[in-house]
């Protein structure tokens, strides 16, 4: 990873930092999106439409950021998480609103054993 700073040294350790920190994120965000899907145990794949695109891109766009143009690519990435996160937040908002009557945490959807 290059600095921004146009005189700053390459230090190998802090490029393999970034590289393994970003990478633990992407899987992370991915894992997350999946376990979000599973637990909503949706109705058919386009009220998922979201979650797949959002998995699309986190899955795609670093497979083309060798290439030049890499910091646009690297934003879209960052947006489309951005926007993924902000529709989960309303949703569970709203679930949480209709449930706020209740008594006791929100109902499961479905159960996963191990």
């Known amino acids: 990873t290059k600095s921004w700073e146009p005189n ?3 230090v ?4 393999l930092l970034h590289t393994v920190f970003a990478t633990t994120m992407g899987f992370g965000f ?3 999106v999946v376990a979000v899907m599973v637990a909503r145990n949706l109705p058919s794949l386009r009220a998922a439409v979201p979650d797949v695109v959002a998995l699309a891109v986190t899955a795609v766009v670093p497979l083309f ?4 143009g890499w910091g646009v690519l690297q934003r879209i990435m960052f947006i489309t998480a951005a926007v993924w996160y902000g529709r989960e937040a309303v949703l569970l908002a709203g679930a949480s609103r209709d449930h706020s009557s209740s008594v006791g945490p929100l109902p499961r959807t479905r159960v996963c054993r191990m």
Do not use: C, N, Q, R
């Not at 190998?12 to 490029?15: C, G, L, M, T």
């Not at 950021?65 to 030049?68: L, N, R, V």
């Open 12 to 15: 190998a350790s802090e490029d």
């Open 8 to 10: 700053a040294d390459y």
């Open 30 to 32: 991915i894992g997350g």
């Open 65 to 68: 950021m060798s290439t030049g």
